[in-house]
């Protein structure tokens, strides 16, 4: 079955400082990836998505993710962060089309990112 | 276009009372999902359709049913609630995900049993 770990619970940065978010997925095959974020109080909002191709793949709000095979991982960035990205942030998985389709995505805990002024 | 509307935003039940979350989406979206959110552990499936009149379980679907007569809605009913079932209920819906934007979330039902 698959699964998706995002070890850290809580982060905190500086406003301007750059962030990482881990995210980390156990899958018996390439799996379409995903990052969404949730504001307080909001749904989930669609950050970015990997199906295949070019592993790094930029989102909204100038988030980016890399795609690492060899690591399992799929690691959210963004090189300046500003007081608006508070928020959580969900890493999801699902099904290759190829591999047989279907939209069951399997999400991660979260990650609460706290963004000091 | 209003993408997936949920209603009601926030619901009290005492135990034993039966109620229907309504889920209804206006992008002609095959897939429709329900997942519950809860403190620490994430957003897990509850059930989950893949176009009208075809539904199927998710991880946790024990006390819930569902239907899908249109490709518009989906309602996910709670038989008997239970104070366990206590918790935020978001539904999505999305195209087949190759090419799609990946789901797209309603704002959520906040419920209470009491």
């Known amino acids: 079955a698959q699964s998706v770990t995002q070890p850290d619970i809580h982060i905190t940065v500086s406003e301007g400082a750059s962030l990482e978010l881990r995210c980390n997925y156990s899958?018996?095959?390439?799996?379409?990836l995903f990052w969404y974020v949730q504001s307080p109080g909001q749904g989930l909002q669609l950050l970015l998505k990997y199906f295949s191709g070019d592993t790094l793949v930029q989102g909204i709000k100038g988030f980016e993710a890399e795609f690492k095979r060899s690591q399992s991982s799929f690691n959210l960035r963004k090189p300046s962060v500003h007081w608006s990205d508070a928020a959580e942030y969900f890493c999801a998985v699902g099904p290759n089309i190829l591999t047989g389709g279907g939209n069951k995505l399997t999400f991660g805990t979260g990650t609460q990112l706290k963004v000091e002024l | 276009n209003a993408g997936v509307t949920q209603t009601p935003k926030f619901q009290v039940l005492k135990t034993g009372q039966s109620m229907t979350l309504q889920c209804a989406q206006d992008?002609?979206?095959?897939?429709m999902s329900w997942y519950r959110q809860d403190p620490g552990m994430g957003l897990r499936l509850i059930h989950y359709?893949?176009?009208?009149?075809?539904?199927d379980q998710g991880e946790v679907p024990n006390g819930y049913n569902v239907s899908r007569s249109t490709t518009e809605d989906f309602p996910l009913r709670l038989l008997s609630a239970a104070p366990s079932q206590t918790s935020v209920y978001f539904c999505a819906s999305s195209y087949r995900l190759e090419g799609s934007g990946g789901y797209t979330f309603g704002s959520g039902t906040r419920l209470t049993v009491v």
């Open positions: 359709s893949v176009g009208a009149g075809i539904t």
């Open positions: 992008m002609n979206h095959e897939y």
């Open positions: 899958y018996g095959a390439t799996p379409y």
